[in-house]
């Protein structure tokens, strides 16, 4: 049995589905997988990490993917989707200043005509009064309305795993909320979301969906569970960096969609400090391994 955390995360005083959760569980003590090697290659063993989060703007948009949080007097909002035969059509509380990824304070500002931006466009939506998680990808108004790609939601106090073969606001079919890197001052007690270019025809639990057409074994299934190596010295990196770098060690990292290589997400805040996110660099894929998590 993997061991739990003592205590689960939260996030606006609601559990990120409890200890027991698979991604809430150590994997500092699991198993090597036999085709760690080979996997780790693929996605490079010379690329590094990318603290794909932090503070301030890039290219005049917000770094990471935000986190709105709703109470049970938000409006709730019809959404049409792309991908509606995927998605929980349900009522989406989405406020009138929602946060999308990638989206600045200034496109907001101009929204009365369309805006659509770049990037996957990211809403993740916690009602802290039903303790719900609502995310959506590429959200978008369109015709006074909304429209999204696709979207899904969870009871945040239990979870239950999406229909198989079905995705949600993630290419793995797995929430993205509870995978990103938050600041604070404790430890991380979860898997961090991380992404990679390619990706095997494949998925394995709590992943629910693939989004490749390839099956060479060589390559990441979606949900792999990566981690640190316990060898690499991590005591010299700045306060952040190395609070982030001993979650990868203990909680491992966890392929949620197809991106840029060993880019790790988490929420922008002020909080963040760039020059201390930045120690992550000096790490690159040979510093990993793939977990047996089979167990």
Known sequence: MIPAALTAA?????????????????????????????????????????????????EDSPIGIPVTVVNRHTKRAK??????????????????KVKIEGESKLSRASSLREHRGGGDRHALLVDRSKCRLYELYALRRSGGGWAAGS???????????????????DAAGLPIAPLLARPGTGPIKHALRVTVSETRRAFVWPARHFAADSNDPSLPRMGERIRLRNSVDISHFPKQARRVAQAMKTYGLIVADNGSDWFISGVPSRRWNNDQLHGLDVLSGSDFEVVDASG
């Open 10 to 58: 939260a996030i606006a005083g609601c559990p990120l589905f409890g200890p027991s959760f698979t991604t809430n569980q150590r994997v500092d003590h699991l198993p090597v997988a036999a085709d760690s090697a080979a996997i780790v290659r693929s996605i490079g063993l010379d690329d590094h990490v990318h603290a794909d989060f932090g503070s301030g703007l890039w």
């Open 79 to 96: 959404v049409r989707f792309d991908y509606a035969d995927e998605s929980d059509r349900v009522r989406y509380p989405i406020p009138p």
């Open 151 to 169: 979207g899904a939601t969870w009871n945040l106090r239990h979870f239950k795993a999406r229909t198989r073969g079905l995705t949600s606001a």
